[in-house]
């Protein structure tokens, strides 16, 4: 069995070297000969380079990296994502771990990740920073909208998720095999876990321990309400495409609801004195909410109908890929 641990990486030739050293040392804890991980044959590090402007590739390969991605220009967090996935399973990797490369995740907790997978409990396993070890120094602000945004998104999948945008987590063959980012623009942490949920595969949250830099700059929240914006975006068109019936149709339920209860009330009151013209505004009101609430359902049973389609794609999309990366 091989284990890849994959470091995405933009301008992080500070720490670069330090994070892969600490990797390498986590290998040799008791769990990789003793544990559950004895049957690891093989565990390599990977770096792919988001097309930094210093030195971060040439002090990957100073601390040992085995396998180095790199290209120009700069592309964002999710199409690294989507490139370590591809490198992974070219190189035979049964499970990918992700880790940051600036040195807030601790590598000995790499054994609390692949433990679920290892056992077929789960196919992916992210990390919780909202757990017994709550994240030091997180920006309140983030802290806020990571736990709103995990409560309302989980809801709407009924499915409980406690970290929708940790980076550091581990995902078994399968997975790899069947996640695909379509938004390659901006970060892959939230659609992917959207995508999992929505191809039922199974998953689960291990709190670790992290802390932030007080003087550290975030690489991909260059501005708070771009990062809202540009989350909303993508968990938006996630949950669009996972749940197209729950999206539109719910809404259009509630209108279609509303306008009846709307024409009751201008009924109720029309039979009172047979005039319309002093309630027509609620006869008006009833109309409109009847018809965008009948678009909505309609487009509900567009959506779904397209969601079927992609089903299919999707599928024909991974027996081509297993077909490619067959071991």
Known sequence: MKLIVNIPAYNEEVKIGETI????????DDFYSQGEGKNISQKLIQVVDDGSSDNTV??????????IVSYKPNRRLAYSFKRAVENSLENGADIMVNIDADGQFDPDDIPKLLSPILSGERDMVIASRFGKHEAENMPKIKYFINRLAAKIIGFFLNYPIDDLTCGFRAHNRETLLRLNVTNVNFTYTQETIIDAIGKKLKLKWVPVKVSYFAD??????KS????????????????RDVRPMKFFGVPGLMLVLASFIVFILFLF????????TTYRNYLFLSVILLFVG??????????????TNRNLTEEQMYLLKKDRFKK
């Open 21 to 28: 050293t600490r990797i390498r040392e986590s290998f040799s």
């Open 58 to 67: 040439g002090k990957a390969r100073e601390a040992g990296a085995d396998l």
């Open 216 to 221: 550290r700059q975030s690489r991909i929240v």
């Open 224 to 239: 708070v309400w771009k990062f809202i914006a540009n989350s909303s975006k993508i968990i938006l068109k996630a949950v």
């Open 269 to 276: 009151h029309y039979f009172q004195t047979f005039q319309i």
């Open 294 to 307: 009948s678009q909505l359902l309609i487009f509900a049973l567009i959506a779904d109908m397209i969601k």
